[in-house]
């Protein structure tokens, strides 16, 4: 690679194994599985597709999840376990109810549940992250789903487990407490005191029957709700002893053709972070604990949510309908990218993150029923980052060019990240800029004698490139020769995300 010319505007930093944030958690890589939409019928489950296990689970998919390097997946929502009896989806199939799934309007078959998805979890991989329904219900009812779980054998609802053919009990380490309960649209919808009340009882009684669990309590659903922060301390001040985690949602969208803002929105992911660490830490004063409560970033993604909004609901209780089938491009998956980004520069505090979702609803993976699966443009930054990612997430602090957005005012131009393991080191940079390249300098000297094992760039002259059925390798990651050592120095393309990944 030449030296770039006066007017390539060039970035610097330096890596240095001393810089440690804290560890890479394998959580960062979780994703969510809602009974929404296409996720679960003829997303990962769908009898009678071509590649169908013994269980209906579609193989397709299944491959798909490994790849993707999914470590954690959230479970069964989101809005829809605000109304959820758990017990309708357990015991044989030809006696499960249909039921009104009021949150999308739709119908719930009951084909799928708790023992599906173990059974899925287990063949795919991952952790399962259970929520409990705090919307239509409360205290027992947790109770139950946890004995029915978590308890090996002898009680009614251990032996309920065990004669519908899940022998070993399911040991769910991680349990949601609700969901989004300071949202409005919510389904038994609360207030922080209320919430945080019945989080604080749910928990008390859960750890009774299982002390080893971790507690995710309900922090707020974006940070423009209007009671963002006084939700948290609330919901803290009832439960902070008791749980274990404070959870975040956000989603993020082009607006009106801004895709400068939208291309640095994790400035607000950042500002999420910074805002709920400083009140779960001052809530932790004025308990004077010394226990600290990690950040369960639960849900995350670009999602058009404004497209969503200003379509009518179906009206007549469809079972999965299409819904929430966002197709990404290739900008989307650089924002994915930088949303990753973040969400690993702050693993002191974000311990567990989940991606919302897994397939066909604003998810890096799509199918046609009865038909082809293939990869979105988001997949492949979650992919890479959860294979690359690996040791310690190292502290960097770029110098280079800003720009001026609309939203979040002046943003630098190049957002990093990257982690360190004996074997490797691996940096992941995202050029904002939507005009120009970016050259970026790394200082190396600290990592001793390194060589580039391999450089790729997503990128491409159509930022709304999507991949579809019939084109799904148009947006994936390509070498990049624009690279040399010694001292190491890139060319970022303008609106991409590059992984680079040094080793000795
Ligand atoms: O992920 C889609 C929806 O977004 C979830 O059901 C809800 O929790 C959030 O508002």
Not at 13 to 37: M, S, Y
Not at 214 to 222: D, W
Not at 426 to 447: G, H, I, K, M, Y
């Amino acid at each position: 690679m030449p030296a770039p010319g006066p007017e390539v505007p060039t970035a610097r930093l330096t890596l240095d194994p001393a810089f440690r944030v804290a560890p890479v958690r394998r959580r960062t890589f979780g994703t969510f599985v809602e009974h929404l939409g296409r996720c679960v019928y003829t997303g990962v489950y769908e009898p009678g597709h071509p590649t169908a296990d013994e269980d209906g689970f579609r193989g397709d998919v299944l491959e798909l999840a490994r790849e993707l390097g999914v470590s954690t997946v959230r479970y069964p929502g989101g809005n829809f376990v605000s109304g959820y009896r758990w017990e309708d989806g357990v015991g044989p199939v030809e006696s499960r109810p249909r039921r009104l799934d009021l949150a999308w309007h739709s119908t719930e078959p009951n084909l799928f549940g708790v023992d599906e998805f173990m059974r899925w979890a287990r063949k795919a991989g991952v952790e399962p992250m259970m929520a409990v329904n705090l919307g239509t219900r409360g205290v027992a009812e947790a109770l139950d789903l946890l004995e029915y779980c978590n308890v090996p054998s002898g009680t009614a609802l251990s032996d309920m487990r065990v004669a519908n053919g899940a022998k070993e009990p399911h040991d769910i380490r991680m349990w949601c407490l609700g969901n989004e309960m300071d949202g409005p649209w919510q389904i038994g919808h609360k207030t922080a005191r209320e919430y945080g009340r019945l989080a604080a009882e749910t928990a008390r009684a859960m750890r009774m029957i299982d002390r080893d669990i971790e507690l995710v309590a309900c922090g707020s659903s974006g940070s423009s709700m209007p009671t963002f922060g006084a939700w948290e301390a609330t919901v803290l001040e009832e439960t902070y002893d008791l749980v274990d985690f404070i959870s975040c949602h956000a989603y993020y969208e082009e607006k009106e053709g801004d895709l400068g803002s939208f291309l640095a929105c994790a400035t607000d992911m950042e500002h999420f972070i910074s805002s709920v660490v400083a009140t779960a830490d001052h809530v932790r004063a004025r308990n004077g604990s010394s226990k600290r409560i990690d950040l369960s970033f639960d849900e995350w993604n670009v999602w058009y949510l404004s497209r969503f909004q200003a379509q009518e609901p179906p009206r007549d209780w469809p079972v999965a309908p299409p819904l929430l089938e966002d197709h990404y491009h290739l900008a989307d998956a650089v924002v994915l990218g930088s949303l990753l980004i973040t969400l690993l520069r702050h693993s002191d505090r974000v311990t567990a993150a989940c991606l919302a979702q897994l397939v066909n609803v604003i998810a890096p993976i799509m199918t046609e029923p009865g038909g082809r699966a293939w990869r979105q443009t988001t997949f492949h930054p979650f992919a890479q980052a959860s294979a690359h990612a690996r040791g310690e997430v190292l502290r960097v602090e770029p110098s280079g060019p800003l720009y001026e957005t609309a939203e979040f005012g002046e943003v630098p131009v190049l957002h990093a990240v990257a982690t360190h393991a004996e074997d490797e080191t691996t940096l992941f940079a995202v050029n904002r800029s939507t005009s120009a390249p970016l050259s970026l300098e790394v200082d190396t000297r600290a990592l001793g004698a390194v060589r580039v094992i391999e450089a790729t760039t997503l990128s491409g002259p159509d930022v709304y490139a999507r991949n579809t059925a019939d084109s799904p390798g148009r947006v994936a990651p390509r070498p990049n020769a624009d690279i040399q050592q010694d001292p190491l120095r890139v060319l970022l393309p303008p609106v991409s995300w590059n992984v680079i990944r040094l080793g000795r």
